[in-house]
């Protein structure tokens, strides 16, 4: 009888632990808007935003105040809307450091769409 107890705890500690770890890792991934995977390109804009996430080093570069500032992640409730709208243009043709030099091309190229929906999913920064 001992046994079957002990047999019952050992299989319950097993599965919590399981559960833990899978809710921490979904939690995790469900922390970027984006889906990341090796060897997509390495900047995303987000139109509604005016903002970008470099997909190499995991930060997003945003304005606060009129100034460029890099994080993890945004501010909460930044710029009033929701990065899981799954509106964000993938930035092809740029693989430098500084991706806000092209928001002006952007803002034209891409501008905000409530439904987000582009006719064109890459930018382009010529």
Same mark, same amino acid.
């Given at each position: 009888?001992?046994?079957?107890?002990?047999?019952?705890?050992?299989?319950?500690?097993?599965?919590?632990?399981?559960? &833990?770890?899978?809710?921490?890792?979904?939690?995790? +991934?469900?922390?970027?808007?984006?889906? =990341?995977?090796?060897?997509? &390109? /390495?900047? $995303?804009?987000?139109?509604?935003? !005016?903002? @970008?996430?470099?997909?190499?080093?995991?930060? $997003? @570069?945003?304005?606060?105040?009129?100034?460029? !500032?890099?994080?993890?992640?945004?501010? +909460?409730? $930044?710029?009033?809307? &929701?990065?899981?709208?799954?509106?964000?243009?993938?930035?092809?043709? @740029?693989?430098?450091?500084?991706? !806000?030099?092209?928001?002006?091309?952007?803002?034209? =190229?891409?501008? $905000?769409?409530? /439904?987000? /929906? @582009?006719?064109?999913?890459?930018?382009?920064?010529?």
């Amino acid at each position: 009888m001992k046994t079957i107890k002990l047999t019952i705890i050992f299989g319950m500690v097993l599965i919590s632990s399981n559960l &833990s770890a899978q809710v921490m890792a979904n939690s995790k +991934e469900d922390s970027s808007p984006v889906e =990341l995977s090796k060897g997509t &390109s /390495r900047y $995303y804009y987000f139109p509604n935003l !005016q903002a @970008y996430f470099d997909n190499i080093n995991l930060v $997003y @570069y945003f304005k606060v105040n009129n100034e460029w !500032q890099t994080a993890e992640e945004l501010p +909460e409730n $930044y710029g009033g809307y &929701s990065l899981y709208n799954k509106a964000y243009v993938i930035i092809k043709d @740029y693989d430098g450091e500084n991706p !806000q030099q092209f928001l002006n091309v952007h803002k034209k =190229l891409y501008p $905000y769409n409530a /439904r987000g /929906r @582009y006719t064109n999913a890459t930018a382009s920064s010529d």
